[in-house]
């Protein structure tokens, strides 16, 4: 199968926490290689939920989840699929250049991080010493170089100077020529900037937003966009 016709298809998700009503009734998403979806929702309606379903690592009571047409439970065991947590998943003991080593495996990747203007000057750090910014920065290269073909980001601007954000944004469009993103994000602006797709988590499904305009419907204050299309 070429990268092109790669798919990850989630669809019918049924999950509720044991303590609580039900959380997802019906959660969708289809995701090739070229999108950037952009998964917004309020605060609580279970964006980190789904993605975590979808990973694998919190399992719905049902979930209708295909990679590349084959029925998966675990989506993480086909390693076509990485996600980024909200919180951090290095060991804060390790240096920088050893988690580089450790996760990439092609040299030329490697080689390209151990250059990289923001990694160069804190390759002998441990990951406890450098700040949330630079980690979140180094989380987010660490996987976007991960030969997995879907990637699954969850806040990954919290932390990072306008500056660093702009440079994920990079990164994040530039890896989309070979993989597809799912990425959600509480400043909905940076999520804007660079999907080509918008879903909006509402009441326990996926909506498909089919301009951000759209969103003052469902998610943003009216007259958010006003003067301010392209
Ligand atoms: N392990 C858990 N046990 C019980 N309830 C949980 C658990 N994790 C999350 N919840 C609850 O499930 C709901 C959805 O949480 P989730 O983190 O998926 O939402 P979210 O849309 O990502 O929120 P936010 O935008 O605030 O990060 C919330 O009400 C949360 O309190």
């Known amino acids: 199968m070429s990268g092109n016709e790669k798919e990850l298809h989630v669809d019918s998700v049924e999950f509720s926490y044991s303590s609580m009503r039900t959380l997802l009734t ?3 998403l289809r995701l090739k290689v070229g999108d950037i979806i952009g998964l917004l929702g309020r605060n609580g309606t279970g964006k ?3 993605m975590k379903i979808v990973f694998g690592i919190v399992r719905a009571h049902y979930a209708y ?3 590349n047409g084959k ?3 675990r989506a993480f065991e086909t390693k076509e699929v990485c996600y980024l947590p909200q919180d951090s998943f290095l ?3 390790s240096l920088v250049k050893h988690m580089i080593d450790f996760m990439i ?3 030329t990747f490697r080689e390209g991080l151990y250059e990289n203007e923001v990694l160069k000057p804190i390759l002998k ?3 406890a010493e450098i700040s949330g910014g630079e980690l979140r920065y180094l989380e987010i290269l660490l996987l976007l170089h991960q030969p997995a073909t879907f990637i699954l980001l969850d806040e990954p601007f919290t932390g990072l100077s306008p500056v660093l954000k702009e440079k994920i944004q990079e990164h994040i469009v530039d890896s989309s020529r070979r993989k597809g993103i799912l990425i959600s994000d509480h400043d909905y602006m940076n999520v804007l900037d660079i999907s080509n797709q918008l879903m909006l988590l509402e009441n326990g499904g ?4 089919e301009k951000k305009e759209d969103l003052e419907m469902f998610y943003v204050p009216d007259g958010t966009f006003d003067g301010k299309s392209e």
């Open 26 to 28: 019906g959660g969708y």
């Open 48 to 50: 980190s939920t789904l």
């Open 65 to 67: 989840i295909r990679i």
């Open 71 to 73: 029925k998966v439970n």
């Open 91 to 93: 060991p804060t003991s």
């Open 105 to 107: 495996s092609d040299e």
């Open 125 to 127: 750090n441990k990951i």
């Open 206 to 209: 996926c909506r498909r937003i």
